[in-house]
């Protein structure tokens, strides 16, 4: 069996994510009216031709901060319904940008295609001139006066395909400079909702479970799974930063040391700068609470479990905290 192609799957998974707040509403007949504007943006991103199967992730991510706004709690709710607007901002803005990514690529190559075209006729031209030339020989006067017309009209015609191509080439920056703006402002708009994922997080952390922990000798260690985090990246989600807050009251005045791992799977160098990110992203709430952390990262070095299965790549995405 082929494997499903990253765009299929990821559209399969928003239509399935889409469909559950849905179909949770019409059983109980009692639609929440943000959860179906939110999701309504979303629908209008796929209807639409020019944006369709553009910011994937982006969008992924969105239908998963509206899911989780449609089964929050009241409390809660605030701050996950500022998430899923931020998120489905964040959505629209990449497929924008998406969008004009592609544009801009197809204008390259629409000025390599005039360039190309221009070469071609002008080495047809030459052909013919020169097979021209050679049965004219009697009238060499005037065919020199001839060829200095159509060398004329020939260079006129290379200036004007010039111009052409150059217009392609600013019109192919213009458009590439406006997909710089639309990245720029997706990456303002997911900045925005960590920012609301930590405010959120505070909120939550006075009742958050603490992280599991387990006594090794005299000292008392604490792992944080790497489901904690984003896929391949060192944002912790809202559950674990509420965990990592509460814990880092229960810590405060206390020295400890925070590592990060990894997996096998992957560049070595990559796994270890991750790590090592992650890592840092703890002990940087850690130290918000007062606590004095020590932070690095091994990578993967040092494995738990078992790298040949999911479940053993699982156990060893993960950091630890040890207090002495």
């Given at each position: 069996m082929r494997p499903m192609p990253l765009t299929r799957a990821l559209a399969l998974a928003l239509v399935l994510t889409l469909?559950?707040?849905?179909?949770?509403?019409?059983?109980?007949?009692?639609?929440?009216?943000?959860?179906?504007?939110?999701?309504?943006?979303?629908?209008?991103?796929?209807?639409?031709?020019?944006?369709?199967?553009?910011?994937?992730?982006?969008?992924?991510k969105a239908s998963q901060a509206i899911e989780a706004l449609g089964a929050a709690k009241s409390r809660q709710r605030p701050g996950l319904l500022f998430i899923a607007e931020q998120r489905v901002r964040a959505a629209e803005a990449a497929a924008q940008?998406?969008?004009?990514?592609?544009?801009?690529?197809?204008?390259?190559?629409?000025?390599d295609l005039?360039?190309?075209?221009?070469?071609?006729?002008?080495?047809?031209?030459?052909?013919?001139?020169a097979d021209r030339l050679r049965t004219q020989a009697l009238a060499r006067q005037e065919e020199a006066a001839r060829l200095a017309e159509e060398a004329e009209a020939e260079r006129t015609a290379r200036a004007e395909?010039?111009?052409?191509?150059?217009?392609?080439?600013?019109?192919?920056?213009?458009?590439?400079?406006?997909?710089?703006?639309?990245?720029?402002?997706?990456?303002l708009a997911r900045q925005e909702a960590e920012v609301a994922n930590s405010l959120v997080a505070e909120a939550l952390s006075a009742d958050a479970p603490l992280p599991p922990s387990r006594q090794v000798g005299p000292s008392t260690v604490y792992t944080l799974a790497g489901s904690a985090f984003a896929s391949g990246r060192a944002t912790l989600t809202t559950e674990a930063n509420a965990s990592l807050r509460r814990l880092g009251q229960e810590l405060k005045g206390r020295a400890v040391e925070v590592l990060g791992f990894t997996d096998s799977q992957g560049a070595e160098a990559a796994n270890l700068a991750l790590s090592k990110r992650r890592a840092e992203a703890v002990a940087a709430i850690l130290r918000e609470g007062g606590v004095d952390v020590r932070a690095?990262?091994?990578?993967?070095?040092?494995?738990?479990?078992?790298?040949?299965?999911?479940?053993?790549?699982?156990?060893?995405?993960?950091?630890e905290i040890t207090v002495r």
């Amino acid at each position: 069996m082929r494997p499903m192609p990253l765009t299929r799957a990821l559209a399969l998974a928003l239509v399935l994510t889409l469909g559950a707040p849905a179909a949770a509403s019409a059983a109980t007949a009692d639609v929440d009216p943000d959860v179906a504007r939110l999701q309504d943006r979303l629908l209008r991103l796929e209807a639409d031709d020019q944006l369709a199967g553009m910011g994937d992730v982006e969008r992924l991510k969105a239908s998963q901060a509206i899911e989780a706004l449609g089964a929050a709690k009241s409390r809660q709710r605030p701050g996950l319904l500022f998430i899923a607007e931020q998120r489905v901002r964040a959505a629209e803005a990449a497929a924008q940008a998406d969008a004009l990514a592609a544009q801009s690529e197809a204008l390259d190559r629409e000025r390599d295609l005039i360039l190309v075209d221009a070469s071609r006729r002008e080495a047809a031209s030459a052909r013919r001139e020169a097979d021209r030339l050679r049965t004219q020989a009697l009238a060499r006067q005037e065919e020199a006066a001839r060829l200095a017309e159509e060398a004329e009209a020939e260079r006129t015609a290379r200036a004007e395909t010039f111009a052409l191509a150059e217009q392609a080439k600013a019109e192919a920056e213009q458009a590439r400079r406006l997909a710089a703006t639309r990245a720029r402002e997706a990456d303002l708009a997911r900045q925005e909702a960590e920012v609301a994922n930590s405010l959120v997080a505070e909120a939550l952390s006075a009742d958050a479970p603490l992280p599991p922990s387990r006594q090794v000798g005299p000292s008392t260690v604490y792992t944080l799974a790497g489901s904690a985090f984003a896929s391949g990246r060192a944002t912790l989600t809202t559950e674990a930063n509420a965990s990592l807050r509460r814990l880092g009251q229960e810590l405060k005045g206390r020295a400890v040391e925070v590592l990060g791992f990894t997996d096998s799977q992957g560049a070595e160098a990559a796994n270890l700068a991750l790590s090592k990110r992650r890592a840092e992203a703890v002990a940087a709430i850690l130290r918000e609470g007062g606590v004095d952390v020590r932070a690095d990262g091994r990578g993967e070095a040092d494995p738990v479990a078992d790298n040949g299965t999911e479940e053993g790549r699982g156990r060893n995405r993960r950091v630890e905290i040890t207090v002495r």
